[in-house]
């Protein structure tokens, strides 16, 4: 069956404009995240939900980050007022459930000048 | 909290000779342990995961780890690598229902 996948792959966007990046997450996966990772810093977690209800806030840099579910398997990533240190590749993933194995998608990489 | 270090951020290697990549880990709870791997312009993809059990874990491509509880450790090692083996690769320690990752260790194999 079909992965993770995220669109766009590759995203440039003005500082100050909104962003969103969606993620298709593996049909019947319960559990889905949102990373972002940069270049020496390793993948940090910014939110993740059970369902469709958003559990964890806690890793998100800041309130400018959101995450949307529209559909249990369907997830959209909000940046608003993006800024220079928003560029980075951002993971989507997703899983059955505690102590599932993660799948990740390819990754959307934004760019902001 | 529980979290990870990867104590090399390089590690170039000539082809067909071994490789460890080191990962060191803090937790006063049981653990699950993770390797991923991500290869250029992809995705990351699971190579290993020790959830209990035996403490040597085979994965894919020919890579293993050791878990050793004694000294937190669980290196990933490849007794012989190829060109294609290049990419970074990634330790990580789930947390929750959240994988926790280390910086991550760009395996460089030299011809």
């Known amino acids: 069956g079909a992965g993770v996948s995220q669109s766009p792959r590759y995203k440039v966007a003005k500082r100050g404009r909104d962003v969103a990046l969606r993620c298709d997450s593996i049909?019947?996966?319960?559990?889905l995240y949102w990373y972002r990772q940069t270049l020496g810093q390793g993948s940090e977690v910014l939110t993740y939900?059970?369902?469709?209800?958003?559990?964890?806030k806690s890793g998100r840099p800041s309130g400018r980050f959101s995450a949307e579910r529209p559909e249990r398997s369907v997830s959209t990533l909000k940046i608003q007022r993006t800024e220079q240190g928003d560029s980075a590749v951002y993971l989507c993933?997703?899983?059955?459930?505690?102590?599932?194995?993660?799948?990740f998608g390819e990754g959307s990489w934004l760019t902001v000048v | 909290a529980q979290s990870v270090t990867q104590l090399d951020s390089q590690v170039p290697v000539f082809e067909e000779a071994p490789v460890e990549l080191r990962c060191n880990y803090s937790?006063?709870?049981?653990?699950?342990l993770f390797w991923y791997v991500q290869y250029p312009n992809q995705g990351l993809q699971l190579l290993l995961k020790?959830?209990?059990?035996?403490?040597l874990v085979k994965g894919i491509n020919g890579f293993e780890a050791e878990f050793n509880k004694s000294q937190t450790s669980f290196h990933l090692r490849k007794p012989s690598v190829h060109i294609s083996d290049t990419a970074e690769y990634f330790c990580?320690?789930?947390?929750?229902?959240?994988?926790?990752f280390g910086k991550g260790t760009r395996l460089h194999i030299l011809p």
């Open positions: 993933a997703s899983s059955y459930g505690a102590g599932n194995t993660i799948y």
């Open positions: 049909s019947g996966h319960v559990t």
């Open positions: 939900s059970q369902s469709d209800a958003q559990r964890d």
């Open positions: 937790s006063s709870v049981s653990v699950y």
């Open positions: 020790y959830l209990s059990g035996s403490t």
């Open positions: 990580a320690v789930r947390r929750d229902d959240k994988i926790i």
